[in-house]
């Protein structure tokens, strides 16, 4: 905690010029800030948009709550943009699922909860790239453009992860949901239909998990929801690599717990530096 | 909310949100009546409705004054307070809006009364609920063909055309709301609800309400008249949008879940967001109407 919290307090806010993105659209652009991420945060919105030039819909859940400044600070590089405050979302999201009281129940309990729980509502789209405040990306991101744009109804498409995020092997997971699990779904980076989001069978999960007492994180979910048969991964060039370095081949980079500390700042400085040349980034 | 929790919560958000949320929300900061030309028509054949009470005064303020500002003048203002209002509260609606009528909570109930005798559920809910007044009475007291919905908490930040061309086929047009709020499901047989209807701010032909539809509705058993919340108004204009069609405003009009007006038409501040509505929207609005009228000097008015 402590050390987040330097690493906090040691970056600084992307010194991007403001990046206009549509009121609305069929896709969003999604993101959890908390207080000791928002920063980085930032840096990686800035380096999807300053690398892929798109304009989708930028909708950022406060989970802090943030200061004041903090919002400033966000408005000031993305003046279109939604922020969702925690508490505007506890007012809609238990009456709207009122029939699903474990999702409810979760959602009050864990912080992570709310990117699966409350964002697939309060986005505003169809369909969610939701992007982890631990990634940032180095170039044209154009297999994960190509995506987007295809708008193929029902999709899961994400990075690929190092191992398996459930607490059970694919066969128990089937064995007790049902369900058959794509092990290598990485919540990195991820682009989900959520046009039709199946709170039932995420309430029935939870009940299940909730009996088991374990605590399955928010990427297990989203593998049981993405399912064996329709999830996909965007290219090799997205996967998550044990490796601290950036690899030449690699348009994105998720930097794991043990990279965060002085890898993500020297990262951001590269994406500062490439910007620069775009126009992103004020010399 | 217990006076303990009141106080708790205004030191927050006064810490949160700094000064221009203390000034506007607690120094009750309204611009002067004199620097913007409020000279609205009497008649027109689109009239604009707000029903508002004494908490929020101050809002139905802003919000009347913005409209009537964006829209030029051109829509005959009616304001109908639900008998909360106090006498000083009633003479800063006449000094801003002259030309406006101003409905009160006693003529109101008299009419409505008389008016409404056939549909006993419909009286029912407008005896217990005050929401309920703009299903009933924005009807009742409208002369022209069509009525703008205009809640205290709704902000517009440049001129919200689509709202004031109304819908281009269907006799509704209403805000997107973010999920279905409503007091029954959407699918309540026989009866259907248009999804994600948000009756705060609506552009509606009054012509085409059918209240012998509600009542059967209510009469149906499908709610509790006694016990339902407020949300029954919303479930009424969702099941008229359903039966009779709906268009919606178009992205740009937003209900607010937290800061950020920019690319926003108009902005629709609930439950916890009206916070956002003194720290931001009044400040861009002051700025706004300094820039459409002339010289003007914001002042600070004690209402309480």
Request: glycine share 6%.
């Amino acid at each position: 905690m402590f050390m987040s919290f330097l690493r906090g307090r040691q970056l600084t806010t992307p010194d991007a010029r403001p990046i206009h993105t549509d009121a609305g659209g069929a896709v969003a652009v999604c993101a959890l800030l908390d207080r000791q991420g928002w920063k980085s945060c930032l840096w990686t919105l800035v380096s999807f948009y300053g690398f892929a030039q798109c304009k989708h819909p930028l909708v950022v859940y406060d989970d802090g709550p943030l200061s004041t400044s903090s919002h400033k600070a966000i408005l000031r590089l993305f003046p279109n943009a939604s922020i969702i405050d925690r508490r505007c979302a506890d007012l809609v999201i238990p009456r709207a699922l009122a029939d699903y009281p474990n999702c409810v129940r979760l959602r009050q309990t864990a912080q992570w909860a709310r990117r699966i729980i409350d964002l697939p509502l309060l986005c505003g789209a169809k369909r969610i790239l939701m992007l982890d405040d631990d990634v940032l990306f180095f170039k044209y991101p154009e297999k994960l453009l190509v995506r987007l744009a295809s708008g193929e109804a029902g999709e899961f498409v994400s990075g690929r992860a190092m191992d398996n995020p459930c607490a059970h092997s694919p066969d128990q997971v089937f064995e007790r949901f049902g369900v058959h699990i794509n092990e290598w779904v990485s919540r990195g980076v991820m682009l989900a239909d959520v046009s039709e989001f199946p709170y039932g069978p995420l309430d029935h999960w939870l009940d299940g998990l909730e009996r088991d007492s374990r605590s399955w994180g928010e990427q297990a979910l989203w593998t049981m929801y993405a399912d064996n048969n329709r999830s996909a991964f965007v290219g090799r060039e997205n996967d998550v690599k044990a490796s601290p370095d950036l690899e030449l081949e690699s348009v994105s980079k998720r930097y794991l717990a043990r990279d965060r500390g002085t890898s993500y700042g020297e990262g951001a400085m590269r994406v500062r530096e490439e910007l620069l040349s775009r126009g992103v980034f004020e010399r | 909310m217990s006076a303990l929790k009141s106080v708790r919560h205004d030191v927050k958000a006064t810490w949160h949100h700094g000064w221009p949320y203390f000034q506007h929300r607690y120094l009750h900061r309204l611009p002067s009546p004199d620097s913007y030309e409020t000279n609205t028509p009497m008649e027109g054949q689109l009239e604009v409705h707000l029903l508002t009470c004494a908490r929020d005064f101050q809002m139905a303020v802003w919000a009347a004054l913005n409209l009537t500002v964006v829209s030029r003048n051109k829509l005959p203002l009616v304001i109908h307070e639900d008998g909360t209002l106090s006498r000083r509260m009633l003479a800063i609606f006449r000094r801003y809006f002259p030309k406006a009528r101003i409905v009160t909570a006693g003529e109101a109930t008299a009419a409505s009364e008389a008016a409404y005798s056939r549909y006993p559920c419909l009286l029912s809910l407008r005896r217990r609920l005050k929401p309920f007044w703009k299903l009933t009475d924005f009807a009742l007291f409208c002369k022209a063909p069509r009525f703008i919905i205009l809640d205290s908490d709704q902000l517009f930040f440049s001129t919200p055309h689509e709202l004031l061309r109304g819908p281009a086929q269907a006799p509704y047009l209403f805000l997107r709301d973010l999920v279905s709020t409503y007091s029954v499901p959407l699918a309540c047989e026989p009866w259907q609800l248009a999804p994600r209807v948000a009756c705060g701010l609506g552009n509606v032909d009054k012509r085409r309400l059918n209240f012998e539809r509600m009542e059967s509705f209510l009469r149906a058993g499908t709610v509790d008249i006694e016990r339902c919340d407020m949300w029954i108004e919303q479930t009424l204009w969702a099941l008229e949008c359903a039966c009779s069609g709906v268009e919606y405003l178009p992205e740009s009009y937003a209900i607010a879940l937290g800061p950020g007006w920019e690319g926003k038409r108009a902005k629709h501040y609930i439950g916890p967001s009206r916070d956002y509505f003194f720290s931001e929207g009044i400040p861009v609005v002051e700025r706004m109407l300094r820039e459409e009228g002339s010289e003007s000097q914001v002042v600070a008015e004690t209402l309480v």
